[in-house]
T-cell receptor, first 110, second 110 residues
Framework: QKEVEQNSGPLSVPEGAIASLNCTYSDRGSQSFFWYRQYSGKSPELIMFIYSNGDKEDGRFTAQLNKASQYVSLLIRDSQPSDSATYLC??????????FGQGTRLTINP | NAGVTQTPKFRILKIGQSMTLQCTQDMNHNYMYWYRQDPGMGLKLIYYSVGAGITDKGEVPNGYNVSRSTTEDFPLRLELAAPSQTSVYFCASWLGNEQFFGPGTRLTVL
């Protein structure tokens, strides 16, 4: 059973600070990794994907991947109240099938 | 493009009833998926399809059936509804590096 683990939170961060979200996965052969944001009552929307070890930056978001440690993280710089949502980590388990973690609920406090 | 559309948005079923959740995409994507999301949890894959006429089981297929007669449509059938099937159901399609999600169907079985 391929597993993806996240701390369910809630994670509370002051506005303007860096929010750090973490995810571990069990399948060492996994090749691609995704971060989705889900507002309450809405469907998930893709923030970033990452395939290679290291960092990938897109605006205020940075995804970090360490395949040796089976660890993926998402950093959100200059956090805004609009970033308050649940963040889902997902791993491609083959045939473009995603295995999702349980999500981390993030609250940005003004 | 309307993207991925799902009907109905909400439904209440009695135990033992059956229903079909509709999913349509107008992006000509070959890969389509059905997920369920229980409160406070991540998404679990029910069934997926890599093209018209081809379907396969995901993580939690028991109690569900699917068909894929066209590229556009991927309906999910619930037979003999049970309280354990109370959940939010998301349909998705895949292209490139992204899954595109529909708005979801909130199903309650009483």
């Amino acid at each position: 059973q391929k597993e993806v683990e996240q701390n369910s939170g809630p994670l509370s961060v002051p506005e303007g600070a860096i929010a750090s979200l973490n995810c571990t996965y069990s399948d060492r052969g996994s090749q691609s990794f995704f971060w989705y944001r889900q507002y309450s009552g809405k469907s998930p929307e893709l923030i970033m994907f990452i395939y290679s070890n290291g960092d990938k930056e897109d605006g205020r978001f940075t995804a970090q991947l360490n395949k040796a440690s089976q660890y993926v993280s998402l950093l959100i710089r200059d956090s805004q109240p609009s970033d308050s949502a649940t963040y889902l980590c997902a791993v491609n388990s083959g045939a473009q099938k995603l295995v999702f973690g349980q999500g981390t609920r993030l609250t940005i406090n003004p | 493009n309307a993207g991925v559309t799902q009907t109905p948005k909400f439904r209440i079923l009695k135990i033992g009833q059956s229903m079909t959740l509709q999913c349509t995409q107008d992006m000509n994507h070959n890969y389509m998926y059905w997920y369920r999301q229980d409160p406070g949890m991540g998404l679990k894959l029910i069934y997926y399809s890599v093209g018209a006429g081809i379907t396969d089981k995901g993580e939690v297929p028991n109690g569900y059936n699917v068909s894929r007669s066209t590229t556009e449509d991927f309906p999910l059938r619930l037979e003999l509804a049970a309280p354990s099937q109370t959940s939010v159901y998301f349909c998705a399609s895949w292209l490139g590096n992204e899954q595109f999600f529909g708005p979801g169907t909130r199903l309650t079985v009483l």
